[in-house]
């Protein structure tokens, strides 16, 4: 089953504007709050997942199911950008080509070459791509 998904000025624009709300001081994940958030994860166990510390504000739903979350948080290696996206149809990943169109709307694609992609499920089957670049290096506290 293919999900379309269109990237319109409306798509641009909502990408953007995620964008600059992650970007905010107030917004940035600590270290803390993600070893915190982890503690209990069993990644064998979707169905256990702690809450996320991303904010619900910094998540938007797409025309036909799409999700797409950013956050800038604190990783090992420092301040990174992490982007998160799930297709609406349950047990598929998006196109490597859409997600590189969401990167590009995003404006980080200038990192692309030092980022980790991650594969993450959830319960009712949903898989989201997670991308994570690197902004900053910074030693966690």
């Known amino acids: 089953m293919t999900i379309p998904f269109l990237m319109v000025d409306d798509t641009k624009q909502r990408l953007v504007a995620l964008r600059k709300l992650a970007e905010h001081p107030a917004r940035r994940i600590s270290w803390e709050t993600l070893v915190a ?4 994860f069993d990644p064998a166990d979707p169905a256990k997942r702690p809450p996320s510390p ?3 504000d910094q ?3 797409l025309p036909f199911g799409w999700k797409i979350s950013l956050t800038i948080e604190q990783q090992r290696v420092g301040w990174c950008w ?5 297709s609406p149809v349950a047990g598929r990943t998006p196109n490597p080509q859409v ?3 969401v990167l590009t709307a ?3 694609s200038q990192t692309r070459e030092m980022c980790e992609v991650y594969l993450e499920h959830y ?3 949903r898989v989201a791509v997670n991308v994570i670049g690197l902004l900053e290096v910074v030693a966690p506290n």
């Open 37 to 40: 958030a982890s503690k209990g």
């Open 54 to 56: 991303t904010p619900l």
């Open 59 to 61: 998540t938007i739903e």
């Open 82 to 86: 992490h982007m998160s996206m799930s």
């Open 99 to 101: 997600v590189d169109w």
């Open 106 to 108: 995003l404006d980080v």
């Open 123 to 125: 319960p009712q089957g």
